[in-house]
């Protein structure tokens, strides 16, 4: 799989990554845990190099996994994590203090089974730290050789300047799909300007892009799609329309609707790694695919001019958790 450079970082990673986050928590019962080694290291046999997990997937229980899975090839790949939740559960409210980041990072390398960790993100944004001092946190960390790059999650523009006037930042994730296009408008070109690189996650809508799921589909009682607004029932019927549209274009290529999606992210800039999660290794296999697709200019304006007449419904948090969202 070719690589790219996120910004002008020096960080390269495969151009797709592997979201590890649904292995063990999020979308229903967490993976048996072999199964899941199996899947995290059947992506690196296929070029994946770049794995992302944080102390919240679980809590913990995801780190875990990705250390254990990791720890034969540890030198050949990228591992992401983060912090910034109190006692690593999001229910508990945010925690980005000095002295959380510093216990999260050792904790963070034993379950990692690692001496450092790639590219640490900030969840979300604290806003009762600021984010100087926790630009400053993971300097120190940075200088003392536990932590190799910086990131954000969910962060503001003026959040992203700020922090990266203290520590660069190396990546931004933040959601970024064809049904979620609001980067676009400011934190793009922040981005470009700064010479960060942006991690889409969620780049096929939680599944939704996929075509696997519509009006009828039952989630367990454990799957966090169950609160969210842009899964009600009304809201997958009304976005139907654009997995439909997204079906004609993947047919005219023999492509599947996931590859057009991750491929039409790929198309956006060069320094965009997405990192789709699944379970599944036939999944897996077809997300990986959309590494080796080209869209033409012809392609894209196609796929623009398609989805230009649909809006899609439903928030895509609720409201407890838009909160948590940096403006």
């Known amino acids: 799989m070719q690589k790219r450079e996120l910004g002008k970082s020096g960080l ?10 649904g292995l063990s928590f999020g979308f229903g019962p967490a993976t048996e845990k072999q199964q899941g080694i199996a899947l995290i290291r059947a992506a690196f046999e296929r070029g994946v190099t770049f794995f992302d997990t944080a102390e919240a997937y679980g809590p913990w229980a995801n780190e875990e996994l990705v250390g254990e899975a ?3 090839f540890r030198d050949q790949v990228v591992i992401a994590t983060k912090f910034g939740f109190e006692g690593g559960r999001p229910a508990n409210g945010l925690n980005s203090r000095r002295e959380n980041i510093r216990a999260h990072v050792e ?14 993100y900030q969840h979300r944004v604290d806003p009762a730290v600021p984010i100087e001092d926790v630009a400053g946190a993971v300097r120190e960390l940075v200088a003392a050789g536990k932590v190799r790059h910086f990131g954000l999650s969910e962060a503001g523009a003026a959040t992203i300047r700020r922090a990266h006037a203290v520590q660069p930042v190396a990546a931004l994730q933040s959601e970024y799909s064809l049904w979620w296009r609001e980067p676009e408008a400011e934190i793009l070109p922040v981005l470009e300007e700064l010479g960060i690189g942006f991690v889409p996650f969620s780049p096929l809508g939680k599944g939704f892009l996929t075509g696997a799921i519509d009006e009828s589909t039952q989630f367990d009682s454990g799957d966090f799609r169950n609160i969210v607004p842009r899964f009600s029932t009304e809201a997958r019927r009304a976005n139907q329309k654009l997995v439909d549209v997204l079906g004609r ?19 956006q800039k060069p320094w965009i790694v997405p990192i789709p999660g699944t379970t599944k290794l036939h999944r897996l296999e077809e997300n990986l695919g959309a590494a080796e697709v080209r869209l033409s200019d012809d392609d894209l304006r196609s ?3 398609a989805l230009a007449e649909i ?8 409201a407890s958790l838009q909160a948590h969202i940096d403006r």
Do not use: F, H, N
């Not at 904790?107 to 640490?120: E, G, M, Q, S």
């Not at 274009?249 to 198309?267: E, F, N, P, V």
């Not at 809006?311 to 609720?318: I, L, M, T």
């Open 12 to 21: 390269k990673v495969s151009a797709l990554g592997l979201g590890c986050m």
């Open 70 to 72: 990791l720890q034969p």
């Open 249 to 267: 274009i993947a047919d005219g290529r023999k492509l599947t609707r996931a590859q057009i999606a991750l491929a039409w992210l790929l198309a």
């Open 107 to 120: 904790a963070a390398l034993k379950r990692l089974r690692t001496d450092r960790i790639d590219l640490l």
């Open 311 to 318: 809006e899609v419904q439903g928030a895509r948090y609720p």
């Open 303 to 305: 796929i623009g001019v």
